[in-house]
């Protein structure tokens, strides 16, 4: 049997993006479908791709799917993707009558009910995929009927095989770097799934998806997959694209070695927490030797009231630490930063302008607060009616338009422009001076 899936990860990159934008959502691989895919294959199962980036625009997409001759379509889906993920359910169903659409992924996780009042889609798969969709492939192969919605069953990491890089077009990824001058070819890869800690504009829509518990594959299953990875691509940089992929400190030390061991020198990067980094410098210091060069932050804010805020369970002291065991071991810093939170005042804005400029990041990621679907953060401030964001469009993070009612942008936008060109204190406190073009940020209503 031959399965179809389609990533419509087009939300931001836009239409025939692949290949021609230089941006990582134009061109990175989704691990999801490419798990999914080779766990198919594994059994059996012939699979392709329909990748909305590489298409021209919707009609192209109905010239697609007419062309072929697939019964069983997989649709992947971040809440960002969901309006053109059902967009795509309803040309399948146009031009396939007999068409199974199975959808699964993070909204598909964090939204079933609503997912589920979709009648064109046929089956949904919760939480990990790869088990439960070979099962739900071989329910269909052999014409028997099957649930509409499953809860997936988690897999062991080592267990299934590595993702399937033929199932994209890798020209993409291995051409764009995620940070500046990290060289090319670059590939990314997972070496575990899941997060323990609860950062609430992000939190619960991880544990939804992988659970309580984190699972990492083993050192030397993720060591094997560089060494092929090397082999086919020659890759001269990667990332772990983990949530975070220093969390356990015996697992990255020997990862290093094994890493190491190898052979490896290529530089990688990945996300790290400032407070895990201020308790293992060492571990640090080793992951540096062994060829981290970027560690990405999420240092979030200056202000402690809005790290407690967002349950964060760090401390402004231990971001401008963490920068500095970095800057020690020559890991260049990739700093997150978040404005705009609900209840954030200016003098708390201009503490985190301060700690950016004590910081001196290499580069400086800043967002507008989110109320991402599936977070704790994002049903509060729906709930007080302050989120003004689609509730799909509102995860996307990028400083670039307004998220919730009683926040000032333009000044907020004026204080990021002073955050990324450094400056003086005088210059801050002129800012902190500047009148309310809508209401001042403040808590007076929450
Ligand atoms: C890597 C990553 C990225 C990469 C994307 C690379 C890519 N194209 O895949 C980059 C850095 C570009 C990125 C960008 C953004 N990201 Co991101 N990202 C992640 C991250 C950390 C890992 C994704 C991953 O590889 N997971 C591992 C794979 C194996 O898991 P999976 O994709 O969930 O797939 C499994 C299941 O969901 C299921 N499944 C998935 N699809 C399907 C389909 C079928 C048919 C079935 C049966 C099952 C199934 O089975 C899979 C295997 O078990 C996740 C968090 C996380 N840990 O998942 C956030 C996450 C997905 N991102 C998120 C967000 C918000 C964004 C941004 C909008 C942020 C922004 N800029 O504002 C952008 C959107 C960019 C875009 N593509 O349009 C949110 C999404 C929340 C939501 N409600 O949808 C997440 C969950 C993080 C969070 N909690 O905030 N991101
Ligand atoms: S923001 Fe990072 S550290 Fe916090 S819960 Fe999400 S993945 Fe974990």
Same mark, same amino acid.
């Given at each position: 049997?031959?399965?179809?899936?389609?990533?419509?990860?087009?939300?931001? &990159?836009?239409?025939?993006?692949? /290949?021609?934008?230089?941006?990582?959502?134009?061109?990175?691989?989704?691990?999801?479908?490419?798990?999914?895919?080779?766990?198919? =294959?594994?059994?059996?199962?012939?699979?392709? #791709?329909?990748?909305?980036?590489?298409? +021209?625009?919707?009609?192209?997409?109905?010239?697609?799917?007419?062309?072929?001759?697939?019964?069983?379509?997989?649709?992947?889906?971040?809440?960002?993707?969901?309006?053109?993920?059902?967009?795509?359910?309803?040309?399948?169903?146009?031009?396939?009558?007999?068409?199974?659409?199975?959808?699964?992924?993070?909204?598909?996780?964090?939204?079933?009910?609503?997912?589920?009042?979709? !009648?064109?889609?046929?089956?949904?798969?919760?939480?990990?995929?790869?088990?439960?969709?070979?099962?739900?492939?071989? %329910?269909?192969?052999?014409?028997?009927?099957?649930? !509409?919605? $499953?809860?997936?069953?988690?897999?062991?990491?080592?267990?299934?095989?590595?993702?399937?890089?033929?199932?994209?077009?890798?020209?993409?990824? #291995?051409?764009?770097?995620?940070?500046?001058? #990290?060289?090319? &070819?670059?590939?990314?890869?997972?070496?575990?799934?899941?997060?323990?800690?609860?950062?609430?504009?992000?939190?619960?829509?991880?544990?939804?998806?992988?659970?309580? !518990?984190?699972?990492? !594959?083993?050192?030397r299953n993720v060591v094997d997959e560089l060494l092929y990875l090397k082999d086919r691509?020659?890759f001269?940089? *990667?990332?772990?694209?983990?949530?975070?992929?220093?969390?356990?400190? +015996?697992?990255?030390?020997?990862?290093?070695?094994q890493y190491?061991?190898a052979g490896f020198?290529?530089?990688?990067?990945?996300?790290?927490?400032?407070?895990?980094?201020?308790?293992?410098?060492?571990?640090?210091?080793?992951?540096?030797?062994?060829?981290?060069? *970027?560690?990405?932050?999420?240092?979030?804010?200056?202000?402690? +009231?809005?790290?407690?805020?967002?349950?964060?369970? %760090?401390?402004?002291?231990? /971001?401008?630490?963490?920068?500095?065991?970095?800057?020690?071991?020559?890991?260049?810093?990739?700093? /997150?930063?978040?404005?705009?939170?609900?209840?954030?005042?200016?003098?708390?804005?201009?503490?985190?302008?301060?700690?950016?400029? =004590?910081?001196?990041?290499?580069? #400086?990621?800043?967002?507008?607060?989110?109320?991402?679907?599936?977070?704790?953060?994002?049903?509060?401030?729906?709930?007080?009616?302050?989120?003004?964001?689609?509730?799909?469009?509102?995860?996307?993070?990028?400083? /670039?338009?307004?998220?919730?009612?009683? $926040?000032?942008?333009? *000044?907020?936008? =004026?204080? $990021?422009?002073?955050?990324?060109?450094?400056?003086?204190?005088?210059?801050?406190?002129?800012?902190?001076?500047?009148?309310?073009?809508?209401?001042?940020?403040?808590?007076?209503?929450?």
């Amino acid at each position: 049997m031959h399965v179809t899936l389609i990533f419509p990860g087009i939300a931001l &990159p836009g239409f025939d993006s692949f /290949n021609k934008k230089p941006t990582i959502d134009a061109n990175f691989i989704d691990h999801g479908l490419a798990s999914l895919s080779a766990s198919a =294959k594994a059994h059996g199962y012939s699979v392709d #791709l329909i990748d909305l980036r590489t298409l +021209r625009d919707w009609s192209h997409f109905r010239e697609e799917v007419r062309r072929r001759t697939t019964t069983v379509w997989g649709i992947t889906s971040w809440s960002l993707h969901y309006p053109d993920a059902v967009r795509a359910v309803r040309i399948l169903k146009e031009e396939k009558e007999d068409a199974i659409v199975i959808l699964g992924g993070v909204h598909a996780t964090i939204q079933t009910q609503q997912v589920a009042s979709n !009648r064109l889609i046929d089956h949904i798969i919760t939480q990990e995929g790869e088990i439960s969709f070979v099962k739900l492939l071989d %329910t269909l192969a052999a014409g028997k009927p099957a649930e !509409r919605i $499953i809860i997936g069953e988690g897999p062991v990491l080592d267990e299934i095989p590595w993702v399937d890089r033929d199932l994209f077009d890798m020209s993409g990824e #291995l051409a764009t770097p995620m940070a500046p001058r #990290l060289p090319t &070819p670059f590939v990314t890869t997972n070496a575990g799934r899941g997060c323990p800690f609860k950062c609430n504009f992000c939190q619960p829509a991880e544990r939804a998806v992988f659970g309580n !518990r984190v699972k990492m !594959r083993s050192q030397r299953n993720v060591v094997d997959e560089l060494l092929y990875l090397k082999d086919r691509f020659k890759f001269r940089s *990667w990332m772990a694209h983990d949530d975070l992929f220093f969390i356990n400190h +015996r697992w990255s030390r020997e990862f290093c070695v094994q890493y190491k061991a190898a052979g490896f020198t290529e530089p990688y990067i990945c996300q790290m927490r400032a407070d895990l980094m201020c308790r293992y410098p060492d571990v640090v210091k080793q992951m540096a030797e062994s060829g981290l060069a *970027w560690a990405m932050i999420g240092f979030e804010s200056g202000s402690q +009231r809005i790290l407690d805020l967002f349950e964060k369970e %760090t401390t402004v002291e231990e /971001n401008l630490k963490a920068a500095a065991i970095c800057k020690e071991y020559g890991i260049k810093v990739w700093a /997150n930063i978040m404005f705009g939170a609900p209840t954030e005042t200016r003098t708390e804005v201009m503490e985190t302008v301060r700690m950016v400029w =004590k910081i001196k990041p290499d580069h #400086l990621s800043s967002s507008y607060f989110t109320p991402t679907p599936g977070s704790g953060m994002a049903a509060e401030v729906e709930k007080k009616g302050l989120t003004i964001v689609d509730p799909f469009n509102g995860s996307c993070r990028t400083p /670039n338009e307004a998220k919730m009612k009683d $926040i000032d942008y333009e *000044w907020l936008t =004026k204080a $990021i422009a002073l955050a990324y060109e450094g400056g003086s204190e005088e210059r801050l406190m002129a800012l902190g001076q500047l009148p309310a073009k809508h209401q001042e940020i403040s808590c007076a209503s929450h």
